[in-house]
């Protein structure tokens, strides 16, 4: 048995090989549905579709109360929308090692449209000075969706130098700041 060669094809037809019309144009529509599935993914994120998006506070925009007898804080945190939706906040903040999170005064669930803000309040009792988190430690918002609710976290406030905000907030409540 003897093999044609590629020479021998390509003079039987010389469109072997080659993908038809209809096949590239098929190929293009879908390069294309891909590019435009890819940008309206990119455009969801960034709109906050998909996860919501909120402004990290700054070392400017916050501020903390400090109650020494009771080994109590109050963070004065503002929560700003920077998605397209209007985002239903159902919960801010938690509670951690030596920190107890206490009710907050502020009624949930907050409605946020987009580019509008409002200050939470997190009222946290430190248990325990030594146990409170001395790493990275970030704030949780919980917010509704149609499916459900989702969380994200807020890098918590920078208050400088190398100290996390509820370990430079614990030691003022313990009255060591």
């Not at 409002?118 to 248990?127: E, F, P």
């Amino acid at each position: 048995m003897e093999l044609l060669t590629d020479e021998v094809w390509a003079r039987l037809d010389p469109h072997a090989g080659r993908l038809s019309w209809r096949q590239t144009r098929r190929l293009w529509q879908a390069v294309f549905a891909c590019v435009v599935l890819l940008g309206a993914g990119l455009f969801g994120w960034r709109a906050g579709l998909i996860a919501p998006r909120f402004e990290p506070p700054d070392a400017q925009n916050w501020s903390a109360e400090f109650d020494a007898r009771a080994g109590e804080f109050t963070m004065h945190l503002p929560l700003m929308n920077q998605g397209a939706l209007t985002e239903t906040v159902l919960a801010v903040g938690r509670p951690g090692p030596g920190l107890t999170l206490l009710p907050p005064a502020d009624s949930f669930p907050l409605t946020l449209a987009h580019n509008t803000g409002q200050d939470v309040s997190l009222r946290y009792r430190v248990t325990d000075c030594a146990a409170v988190p001395a790493g990275e430690w970030p704030i949780p918002v919980r917010v509704s969706r149609p499916w459900g609710s989702v969380t994200v976290d807020l890098r918590g406030p920078s208050i400088g130098g190398n100290t996390p905000w509820q370990r430079k907030l614990a030691d003022g409540a313990c009255g060591r700041g």
